[in-house]
């Protein structure tokens, strides 16, 4: 399934962005869009994932509770993130991610899961 991630930018700390992923086929309402970021020499690490049947089922990495929200629009066959209270942390390049099946709620963090990427978008925030 090509994924095609973008919304990302250079914001300020403070700031925010809303990075976007169009699926370019429906994909199953069973499976789930994630989010995670990779800066350079460091692994590819979790952000936020969303169930695409529901509204409600929504899992976020610790450092992005409270500051970023997955959302979707099923419609567009698109998920969003809207990043607040952006950090210098947050610097990295953004990728959305679909597996081949369904996974279960523990296993959306791990990035081995996931077969389908989009190209990343990058996203800089300066303090």
């Known amino acids: 399934v090509p994924l095609q991630a973008c919304g990302g930018g250079s914001v300020q700390a403070g700031g925010c962005l809303r990075l976007?992923?169009?699926?370019?086929?429906?994909?199953?309402?069973?499976?789930?869009m994630g989010w995670f970021r990779q800066t350079p020499g460091k692994e590819r690490e979790f952000v936020a994932a969303?169930?695409?049947?529901?509204?409600?089922?929504?899992a976020y990495a610790d450092s992005a509770k409270g500051r970023f929200t997955i959302s979707k629009d099923n419609s567009k066959n698109t998920v969003y993130l809207q990043m607040n209270s952006l950090k210098s942390d947050d610097s990295a390049v953004y990728y959305c991610?679909?597996?081949?099946?369904?996974?279960?709620?523990?296993?959306?963090?791990?990035?081995?899961?996931?077969?389908?990427w989009g190209q990343g978008t990058l996203v800089t925030v300066s303090s």
């Open positions: 976007s992923c169009a699926a370019s086929k429906v994909i199953s309402s069973n499976h789930i």
């Open positions: 969303i169930i695409l049947s529901s509204d409600d089922n929504t």
């Open positions: 991610a679909t597996p081949a099946y369904t996974l279960s709620a523990r296993a959306y963090s791990n990035y081995n899961n996931y077969k389908y």
